[in-house]
């Protein structure tokens, strides 16, 4: 695969630090030179410490990445929500895992679908590099980078915080207008799964907005700060606001049979296409049928 731009500076500079400039990673320019690919400059194979002019084209070059063995692709559907050469963003169903879990030879998770789909879309490469990732039992938008410079691209974005995800959910009771969770979350001692928040947790911070109230339930709008696993469940667990149909932080489970939490919106910025890509995904049937029953809407 293959990635230019015409190089808009007003000075020269050498080609390695000019790539670096577009995003292209140090690891991503060893693997062009020393496995298979190459670095560009006006068309031309150049060495990283070639002079790049205002107005010449610098690129790279990558080989194709081989699919891991280890994973079993798996036919079964899913909804594409946005695809074009570099990323591939699905709006994951309630009940699908976003990746293997560990130690089952036979499985069935985003990832074995999205393996599937690029064998018979005949993709050049084949590894399921996933970027984000929802529990089972959330719905909603995933994104999946297509080759390790796209992945390389979001891990740098997520780092900077600059990956924005907004997230719908349905909790019991009532909140305020608009508000801060700010406590740490760390493993459940009792627990390999759940997490709580203690003291020798990691800083996490979630701001919600409410949509809707009634005397025993609240929708609400949530955007995180950080990124801990379980962090939406647990904090308003923890704030005494557990998720409709949440069983394992304590919320109601009679209306809907899996936490009533939906990552609706995400935004990332592409610099293939250099924009910035807003996406959207439609709440499902379980929480719209949620949200009319708790009279919500």
């Not at 292209?24 to 062009?32: F, G």
């Not at 909804?79 to 963003?89: G, P």
């Not at 599937?116 to 999946?144: E, K």
């Amino acid at each position: 695969m293959t990635f230019t731009w015409t190089y808009n500076g007003v000075v020269p500079r050498k080609l390695r630090r000019v790539l670096k400039s577009l995003g292209v990673t140090s690891s991503l320019i060893k693997v062009a030179i020393f496995h298979g690919g190459r670095l560009l400059l006006n068309g031309e194979t150049a060495w990283a410490i070639a002079n790049v002019n205002p107005g010449d084209e610098v690129g790279i070059e990558v080989p194709d990445e081989q699919a891991n063995d280890r994973v079993t692709p798996c036919d079964l559907p899913f909804k594409i929500a946005y695809e074009d050469r570099d990323f591939l963003v699905i709006d994951k169903a309630a009940g699908v895992a976003t990746v293997p879990a560990h130690n089952v030879p036979v499985q069935d998770s985003l990832v074995n679908r999205v393996k599937a789909y690029y064998q018979r879309q005949g993709y050049p490469n084949q590894v399921t590099h996933v970027a984000t990732r929802l529990d089972r039992d959330t719905s909603g938008l995933v994104i999946f980078p297509k080759h390790r410079f796209a992945h390389a691209v979001l891990d740098r974005q997520l780092k900077a915080h600059q990956i924005k995800k907004e997230y719908v959910a349905v909790v019991g009771g009532k909140v305020s207008s608009h508000g801060y969770l700010d406590a740490p979350i760390q493993r459940d001692p009792e627990s390999f799964v759940q997490r709580m928040v203690g003291p020798a947790g990691k800083v996490s911070v979630t701001e919600y907005w409410r949509q809707a109230m009634t005397p025993t339930a609240s929708l609400i709008k949530i955007r995180l700060h950080t990124g801990r696993t379980h962090q939406i469940r647990c904090h308003f667990s923890w704030r005494g606001n557990p998720l409709f149909g949440d069983e394992m932080y304590g919320g109601n489970c009679t209306r809907i049979t899996r936490q009533a939490l939906h990552c609706q919106q995400i935004s990332f910025f592409s610099p293939f296409l250099n924009q910035t890509i807003t996406l959207k995904a439609a709440l499902p049937w379980d929480m719209e049928d949620l949200i009319k029953d708790l009279k919500l809407k």
